[in-house]
C-alpha cells in the first residue's frame, strides 16, 4: 500500500497529494475545484468537529442554521466587504431548467430568471448581521453567541484538496455585544479556544497572534489568528477570529436601547476553522510511510492485526483479541480487530501505517503461549512486546496514547523552534528564507508598503505580529525605519 | 408570551407558522423560501441528527461528504431523474462579479461565464454515482454503505417553514450493492430505522409503506415511505427509501466484477430524512399553548423555576436547584436552573409551556420548608405536589419522563386509529375526506390514471401501499376495477 508514496525530501507537495488521496481523504470531484471527503478523511473531521462544538458550547455559544444564499445587494453593504470577496463569487442567476428546442438537452430556462442575483456565501457576515436586526432591540438581547456548521464557495482558481477549495465545510461564530470591550474578549477568547484544539487535539504548536492591516479579513477592525509551520517549513493559517468593531452592525443599521436609555450600535465578531484544519493535521505530523494521527482524533486509536493460520488459530486469537478489545474500551480507547481473511498481515501492517492508526496489536500462535502481544508505536515505528502477565493493559495502553500525544506535539514544537529565526538585516532574510525557510522573526516599519514589497521580492508575507510578544526598538528589516517590535514572516499556504 | 397563540381549531395552518416563530424555531429568511433555523430549533434539530447518525452507523454506514454543485450535463443522465428536478434548480451561470462602470454597484462580470452551467444539487444521486464509478471495481468494493449530511435546494414556489423551504438540511444514504436482493433488504431496513426513529424519539407513529408508481422518486425503482398523520388530519411523508435498482449505474457506468469473474452493473438505494421532520414533530404534538415535546428529543427536558422574594430566598432555593440538579444529571436527565431576576415566574412558566420543556418544577419557600417541590407535566397540564422525603427524586422524575415519552406516542397513536377510514364507495370517500379527513384505507384499481383523477378531484393522493396490508379482493372505489387490497389516501402535507 505505501509503497511508492513520493519521499516528502523530494516532492512535498506531491508527497502530500499522494498521501491525501492514498489514505482515504479525500480527492478531487468532477466540479473544478471542489473535493469529495472520503469516508476515513471525514471521521477525522467529524472528531474534530465533535470536540470543538464542545469548546464552543462550554463557552456560551448555541448553533443556528443561517441560508446558503445571500442577495447580491447583502454583500454590498459593507464596501471592504465586497471588495474581498466579489471576485470569488459563485453567481445564482435561474431557478429552472427546461428542455432544448430539439428534447436532447436541458437548458437554461429564460423565463426563469431572479430579479436579482444570488451569492453562494463566501461567508455569512452579511446575512447573519441582516437577521440581527430582528433579533436585538435591547441590551438585554446581549450578547449573541451564535455558531453554525456550513459549507462556503469561493471561486479559487488554484485548488488544492482539504488546503484551498472551492467550496469547503467550516463553522463560523457570528457575535454580538453590547460593548467594544466585551467584543474584543470573545474576539480573544475564540482566538485562545482555536489555539487550545490545535495544540491539545491536533498536536500542532500554534503561533497566536494579530494580522497586519494588509492580512486583515475584508470587514474587520482587528483579525487575531493562530498560526502553524508545516515540515516544509511553509506557514499555514488555522484559524482566525475578528473583532469586527461596529462596521456590520452599521451596514445592517443593527442598533440597541442600552440599560442607560440611549440607542447605540451593536459591536461584533465573527471567527471560523474550516476543512483546511485537515490540511494541517496531514502536514504537520505525517512521514513518508504516510499519515501519522493524534490519538485524540485518530478514529481508530488501536488496531489489532491476528497472525494465523487456518481457522482454528484465527479463533484462538480472536476469544483473545475480544478479551483485550473489551478491557481497551472500559478506559473509552477505540479499537479495531481486523479479521478479513482477504488480507495478509502485511499488507495491513502497510494499509494501517499509511493511515494512521496510533497503535498497532499484532498476534500470533507464539504470542498466545506466552501471553504477549506486539505493540507497534505509528509515530515513532517502535515496537515492543508486551508481557500481558506483567501489566494492566488497558492502563498500559491508554498511557501510551497519551504518551504518543504529546511526543507528536513536542516533536512538532522543537521543530518550530529551529525553524524560527532571528534576523536583523534584508541580506540575511533572504538567505535564511531560501536556504532554511520557516518563522523569520524580524523588525518591520508597520507599514503595508514594505510589507508588500517584501511579498514581491520574497513571497514571504507576515503571518502575524505574536500577541505575547517583547518590546524592542529596532529598525525595519527592509526599510531601516524605526520599530518597536518583531514580528513574524513566513512563505504560507 | 404564549397568549395570542392563534387556536388549532379556528385556523391550524396560522397557529403553526405563528407557533414556530414565537418558539424561536425558524423564520423567514431576507432571501426568497430559505428559511433561518434559530438557536432553539436548531438544538432540536441536533438531537434528531444526533440519533439518526447513530442509527445509520450501527447498521454499518460511513459518513462523507460530496459536492454542492452538480454539472448540468450530470443531471441529464438519468432521464427520469431529470424530468423530476429541472424545475426547480437553483443554477449557477457566473463566478465573479465586479464594480459597475459608475461604481455604484457589483455586477456580474461576463468575463466570468462558467463554460458548463452548475446546479446546487437538489439530491447528490448523480454526483456520488459519477464518484461511486472509480470507487468501485470488484465484488470486494460492495456494499459501499454511505451517508451525508447536507443542504440541498429545491426552488419550491409556495414554501412553509421546515415543511417546504428552497434550501433544507437533510441527510441522503446512497449505497452500492452486488445484488438486487441486498439492495432491496438495504432499502427495507432504512424504512425501519426511520419508522423506529419517529415512533421511538418522535413519538409519531407512521404507517410504513410503498409508493405508488406516480408518487414514486424520479430514478427509483420502488420507493419505500413513513407517513404519519397531523392533527388536522393532513398525511405528511416524513422519510423515504429508494430501491434504484442498476439505473443510476447503468447512466454512469458503475460495473463490478463479480466473484464468479463476470462483469455486472451494481445495485443501488438513497434515503434520505430532512428538516422536514421539524414540522412532523411540531405538528404532531403541540397544543394551543405551544410546543410539546417528546423528552428523548427535548434540549431541556426539565426547568426549575425559583418563586422568591429577594436574594435570601432566592439563595435559599439555588441551594436546594443545585442539589437537585445534581441527582438528574447523575440519571443523565438535561435539566436548566432558570434564574434570570429579569422575568417573573409567570412569564417563566408561560416561556416554557410555549417552548415545549416536558416536566417543569417550581419552588418557593413554603417547598423549602415542607421539603416539596411542584411539578407540572406540559404534556397534559396537570400539577402535583412531590414530598421529596417520600421518594427518590431522579428515578420518580425518570419515570416521569418515561411515561410522558409512551403518553405522548399513545395519543398520536390513538388520534390515528381514529382517524383512519375504510371506506367502500365513492360517495363515502368524499364525504369522509370532506367531514373528517384523515387516512382513507380504501380499493384501488393500481392505475396512474385513477390516481390522477381522484387527486384532480378531492386533493387526496395515495399516501402509500402499506407493507403489512391484507390481502382482500375488492373493487376500486373509483373505477370499481377489481382491487387485490387496500392502500391509503390522505390530503397531505
Known amino acids: 500500500m505505501s509503497k511508492g508514496l513520493p519521499k516528502r525530501s523530494e516532492d512535498y507537495s506531491l508527497w502530500y497529494n499522494e498521501l491525501v488521496k492514498r489514505a482515504d481523504l479525500a480527492e478531487n470531484s468532477p466540479v473544478r475545484g471542489c473535493m469529495v471527503i472520503k469516508p476515513y478523511g471525514f471521521s477525522i473531521w467529524e472528531k474534530m468537529q465533535a470536540q470543538l462544538d464542545k469548546m464552543f458550547k462550554e463557552t456560551g455559544h448555541q448553533n443556528a442554521y443561517f441560508p446558503l444564499f445571500i442577495p447580491k445587494s447583502y454583500l454590498s453593504k459593507e464596501a471592504s466587504h465586497v471588495e474581498g470577496f466579489a471576485k470569488e463569487c459563485a453567481v445564482v442567476t435561474h431557478y429552472r431548467l427546461k428542455n432544448s428546442e430539439d428534447g436532447k438537452e436541458v437548458v437554461i430556462d429564460p423565463d426563469a430568471k431572479l430579479e436579482e442575483e444570488l451569492i453562494i456565501r463566501p461567508t455569512s457576515e452579511t446575512v447573519i448581521w441582516s437577521t440581527y436586526k430582528n433579533w436585538i432591540q435591547s441590551y438585554r438581547d446581549l450578547p449573541l453567541l451564535v455558531n453554525q456548521w456550513a459549507n462556503v464557495v469561493r471561486w479559487e482558481m488554484r485548488t488544492r484538496l482539504f488546503l484551498r477549495t472551492a467550496e469547503f465545510l467550516w463553522q463560523e461564530g457570528h457575535t454580538a455585544h453590547a460593548t ?196 507497534a508505536r505509528r509515530d515513532t515505528l517502535s515496537k515492543e512486546t508486551v508481557n500481558l502477565s506483567e501489566v494492566n493493559l488497558e492502563d498500559y495502553i491508554f498511557d501510551k496514547l497519551e504518551e504518543i500525544q504529546n511526543s507528536i506535539y513536542t516533536k512538532a514544537l522543537s ?79
Not at 238 to 261: I, M, P, Y
Not at 295 to 305: E, S
Request: contains cysteine; charged residues 30%; negative net charge.
Open 180 to 375: 467594544k470591550q466585551e467584543a474584543v474578549d470573545e474576539a480573544v477568547q475564540m482566538m485562545e479556544v482555536y489555539a487550545a484544539f490545535a495544540e491539545q487535539y491536533m498536536a500542532v504548536p500554534v503561533v497566536r497572534g494579530i494580522k497586519s492591516e494588509n492580512e486583515r479579513f475584508a470587514g474587520a477592525e482587528d483579525t487575531y489568528c493562530i498560526e502553524a509551520l508545516m515540515q516544509d517549513g511553509k506557514a499555514l493559517q488555522a484559524g482566525t477570529s475578528h473583532f469586527l468593531g461596529q462596521n456590520f452592525a452599521k451596514a445592517f443599521d443593527v442598533k440597541f436601547a442600552t440599560k442607560e436609555g440611549g440607542l447605540e450600535y451593536v459591536w461584533g465578531t465573527s471567527w471560523g476553522v474550516s476543512t483546511r484544519l485537515m490540511g494541517a493535521l496531514i502536514m504537520a505530523h505525517s512521514d513518508d510511510n504516510g499519515l501519522v494521527l493524534p490519538p485524540k482524533l485518530a478514529p481508530n486509536q488501536v488496531v489489532i492485526v491476528p497472525i494465523y493460520r487456518g481457522d482454528e488459530e484465527l479463533a484462538k486469537i480472536s476469544e483473545k483479541a475480544k478479551e483485550i478489545m473489551t478491557k481497551l474500551r472500559s478506559k473509552g480507547i477505540t479499537v479495531h480487530f481486523d479479521n478479513r481473511d482477504t488480507h495478509k498481515p502485511g499488507w495491513k501492517f502497510a494499509e494501517y501505517e499509511l493511515k494512521g492508526v496510533p497503535l498497532r496489536i499484532a498476534m500470533g500462535p507464539r504470542d498466545l503461549e506466552n501471553n504477549t502481544i506486539e505493540l
Open 415 to 493: 521543530f518550530r523552534k529551529e525553524m524560527t529565526t532571528e534576523v536583523n538585516s534584508w541580506e540575511e532574510f533572504k538567505e535564511i528564507l531560501e536556504s532554511k525557510g520557516g518563522f523569520i522573526s524580524a523588525h518591520w516599519d508597520g507599514t503595508g508598503e514594505t510589507e508588500d514589497k517584501i511579498k514581491e521580492l520574497t513571497k514571504a508575507t507576515i503571518r502575524c505580529i505574536p500577541i505575547d510578544r517583547e518590546d524592542e526598538d529596532g529598525q525595519c528589516v527592509f526599510s531601516g525605519k524605526p520599530s518597536k517590535g518583531r514580528v513574524l514572516f513566513a512563505k504560507a499556504y
